[in-house]
């Protein structure tokens, strides 16, 4: 069993670095920030005698020696960066929970058969540099060294300049490392665990998702002069869209989810007539066939509003991942676990993206879920109880040991 | 009949006076262009013979005497403050208009029964200053001298210390100064005209309005991992109140106006569920008592969503201003000024307020409106035919001789 206190002193000393007054953490990619909290965790994981690579991407890599080290390592992580108005919890809980699981083996004597390691990969949160999940996207070849290296924050500061200022870009090329097997603990970021009374969520798959812009073009004018009948209005024809991104995720339940968050009307003006309205259309499913159906469902009723209206409207897909599903041998690796251990469970699909999913792309891999207070994160007011903290580890410790070996 | 070309090159001339790169006129009220303005048309006003009286808000009445000059003046004008991004009509044809009328008097040697005055009112545009219509707000009594000298733009300067500093802190109090009857020639700032192909609006009223500022208070989440069923999704909810706006409107045809010009979402970002949404509602129509069952359904929708959503919903009416019906007389003066013309002509009910609503609590009222390109003003590219703005002012010629008696 894992120290729950050390485990919670640990994410508490880290939230120091770059603590915000209300409660949270603002602790941006490759920022001195970064650098501080980077320098804090290499230190544990020195300190618990793991040796330290780091990639050309920055992504971080602390090893335990097994007995076989030829194996390749059974590796758990997250990411320490995080939102401008982020949490204590979301990627540092995977992060600090690895460190654990290698101080409670050093506790116990314990040798593994295979290598353990703990990763931290760099700039998963893509608040300051875009794409998001760089440092795993990088290490699995999903876009290249030279992509991410070019990427700016609004600044116009790049990924490789800041990476060679905090002394964070490493000789190893990224993805030639090997992976035995992967697994991630993280935060819910949603309701579903505390809404049904459940400890830990076994995951067997992240949902896939499909990003939009669409612009729907009307013509501005006095919002007091013009006679209905004569109007364009870009917001009404809008709004019947935002209506069916809904209408669509309630189609295809329990996984189908759509979400219009992002919202700008020209000009804004109380008296005025919206000339265009441009907004953001997020839709997610854990079955692709289905995810690409209600993408069908939404551009067939742009389609028709078009047709109705009269009004020009582009829509523009800007990000797709498919759906990932876990490997059955991690995902019932962590079901085992849980079982052993005793505690509550239930399978939650992850409706967010996280590393894992690249890591999936070159070895097995599986997440475990714990309950996040009211399920809010990418907030300071994120929270997590010790207790499942300390299980969600607890998990983590059984189902690396399985698949190590001990 | 009035001179087109040299009321069309005095309006070329004054739109020099704070032109913009896209052809139109940025003059906000009592800045140091607005100064330049009013001294141009006081210099002009003066040398067609005119006394200049300026009152204690910086109202401007320029006075050609009659052969009675104990009766109330028969009176003309509008405003020569623009919009940020403004035309070079909007309110400065129906001052110029003024002065050609006069000149025109001037050059055929007529003399009337009754004074003629041409007034230009401070800050009608609100753009710089609330409340709109300043000017002829104070003088007709709506609000206090105190409440207009008060209000302080986004630098903080105050009307009164502005007024002061550009010299048109007149001495007459506002409002003691006699109107026998007031026109006020305007571009329709619609496409009512135009789309019948009319050149003459008679204006028989101005619609009433309300403004409301509604919010929506949900709970922000993550798009990903929070299901359907458990979302408090503020934009869903706004969206319904926002497009039944519409619907009310479509039911009081053909003089019911909604519309939501205004949107901001928080926290707007493209993977959260919108927590908050403020919008605002423009409720119009000529008919006092269906303006107000507008406003009722509109609560009583309000309040039917606030059940049906379990969302906080707020919505505070912060404008309104009453139908403005013009006098029999002047409508009539109009009416009979553009048939003997034989302009082609229909009813245009204003739906933008305007002075002359002000001036129609003190004394008869009526405007005269003209087609504007498009129906569009409030804009760099708002524009009119020299044909048009030259019948109009044929038809304030009439109009005004028919009141003052020649
Ligand atoms: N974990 C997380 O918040 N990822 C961001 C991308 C997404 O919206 O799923
Ligand atoms: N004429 C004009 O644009 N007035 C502004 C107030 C309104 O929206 O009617």
Redesign the pocket.
């Known amino acids: 069993r894992i120290n729950g206190a050390r485990l919670w002193a640990a994410l508490m000393e880290l939230a120091q670095i770059g603590a915000t007054a209300k409660g949270g953490v603002k602790r941006l990619a490759l920022t001195d920030l970064d650098k501080q909290g980077r320098d804090l965790v290499v230190g544990w994981g020195r300190a618990a005698g793991m040796s330290v690579t780091i990639d050309q991407i920055g992504n971080v890599f602390m090893r335990r020696d097994g007995r076989n080290n030829a194996l390749p390592p059974i590796m758990t992580g997250s990411h320490i960066d995080t939102q401008p108005t982020g949490g204590k919890f979301?990627g540092n809980y995977g992060v600090l929970a690895g460190l654990e699981v290698v101080r409670t083996l050093n506790d116990a004597n314990i040798q593994t058969e295979a290598p353990i390691e703990v990763a931290f990969w760099t700039n998963e949160e893509?608040s300051r540099f875009v794409p998001?999940m760089m440092g795993s996207g990088v290490f699995c070849g999903a876009f290249s060294l030279e992509t991410a290296y070019a990427a700016r924050d609004t600044e116009g500061k790049s990924v490789g300049e800041e990476l060679a200022r905090i002394g964070y870009q490493g000789e190893q090329v990224p993805g030639q490392h090997p992976i035995g097997a992967y697994f991630e603990t993280h935060i819910e970021?949603g309701p579903v665990l505390e809404d049904a009374d459940k400890v830990i969520g076994v995951v067997p798959a992240v949902m896939g998702?499909s990003w939009y812009d669409c612009v729907v073009s009307g013509m501005e004018a006095h919002a007091g002069p013009t006679p209905m009948g004569l109007r364009k209005d870009a917001l009404q024809v809008a709004t019947r869209i935002m209506q069916e991104v809904v209408a669509i995720a309630n189609r295809y339940p329990p996984y189908g989810r759509g979400t219009v968050g992002m919202v700008q009307v020209f000009p804004n003006s109380r008296n005025v007539i919206p000339g265009e309205v441009k907004f953001s259309i997020d839709l997610r499913n854990v079955n692709d066939a289905l995810l690409n159906t209600m993408h069908e469902e939404m551009l067939a009723f742009v389609e028709q509003t078009r047709r109705d209206s009269g009004l020009a409207i582009s829509v523009e897909r800007v990000s797709y991942y498919p759906p990932c599903p876990f490997h059955p041998d991690c995902v019932g690796a962590v079901r085992r676990a849980t079982a052993a251990l005793g505690y509550s469970t239930m399978d939650v699909v992850s409706?967010?993206?996280?590393d894992a999913i690249y890591a999936a792309r070159l070895a097995p891999a599986g997440m475990i879920f714990v309950p996040c207070k009211d399920g809010i994160?990418?907030n300071e007011i994120e929270d997590a109880k010790s207790e499942h903290l300390e299980a969600g580890c607890n998990v983590l410790l059984h189902a690396m040991l399985e698949r190590a070996g001990s």
């Not at 409706?351 to 996280?354: C, D, F, R, T, V």
């Open positions: 979301d893509g998001v970021q998702l409706g967010a993206g996280h994160s990418h």
